[in-house]
């Protein structure tokens, strides 16, 4: 079975304090993705990962930065944590159908348990 | 760019009743389709996906959906619902470009009463 984990089920951080969100794929997937969870919203994306240090910004990246220095590994930063900042994470990963973005990322993708996050 | 929407943002159903969740997507070409449901404090489980062929696909837990290229439609099936299957329903549609991502649908929460 594929398996997304995720560092932390609950985190609670201070304004301004910098907040590392780590995700770990053991599929070898090409594609990882991060979004955040809000009633009403849906899921909105953050960023994605094509490849190892490769990112795309996706529809809400602003106040977020991500890393990946390892293909099974995606991290996502909040530089200086803001109370509207709290959420549900949800990180998942995908396999490509060929090498490359130029297959996209569209393939089915599977999903980590969450991390809920308030800032206080 | 293509999008996706839930209409019914939350729909109660009788324990043993149908049910059928809707499911729009707005895309020019044959999309990719999928449906997640999310139990409370979990993450996304697929429950099933269209890619192409017989556009009635069959899933888990019972649910089966109907693509319907004609209404742009990918509607969520099962003829007699568990109150198990009380959770937060997600359509997604993927868009057979590169660079793209899934684009998720605000969800549908069902509620089952006994």
């Known amino acids: 079975d594929v398996k997304v984990t995720q560092s932390s089920r609950y985190l609670v951080k201070r304004t301004g304090e910098k907040v590392f969100l780590e995700c770990v794929q053991d599929?070898?997937?090409?594609?990882m993705f991060w979004y955040r969870q809000d009633p009403g919203l849906g899921l909105r994306l953050i960023y994605f990962?094509?490849?190892?240090?490769m990112k795309e910004k996706g529809d809400i990246p602003e106040g977020y930065s991500v890393s990946r220095e390892k293909k099974e590994r995606f991290s996502l930063i909040l530089e200086s944590a803001s109370t509207n900042q709290t959420s549900m994470y949800l990180c998942?990963?995908?396999?490509?159908w060929g090498a490359g973005v130029s297959y996209g990322a569209y393939n089915e993708q599977f999903f980590g348990p969450g991390t809920r996050l308030t800032v206080l | 760019a293509q999008s996706v929407t839930q209409p019914d943002i939350h729909i109660t159903v009788s324990e043993g009743a149908s049910l059928e969740l809707r499911c729009n997507y707005s895309?020019?070409?044959?999309?990719?389709l999928f449906w997640y449901v999310q139990s409370p404090g979990q993450g996304l489980q697929l429950l099933l996906k269209?890619?192409?062929?017989?556009?009635l696909v069959q899933g888990i837990k019972g649910f089966e959906a109907e693509f319907k290229r004609s209404q742009s439609s990918f509607n969520l099936r099962k003829p007699s619902v568990h109150w198990s299957d009380a959770a937060e329903y997600f359509c997604?549609?993927?868009?057979?470009?590169?660079?793209?991502?899934?684009?998720f649908g605000k969800g549908t929460t069902l509620s089952v009463s006994s």
């Open positions: 269209y890619f192409s062929g017989d556009t």
């Open positions: 895309y020019g070409a044959t999309p990719y």
């Open positions: 997604a549609v993927g868009a057979r470009q590169a660079g793209t991502a899934l684009i």
């Open positions: 599929m070898d997937h090409e594609n």
């Open positions: 990962s094509y490849d190892v240090k």
């Open positions: 998942a990963s995908s396999p490509s």
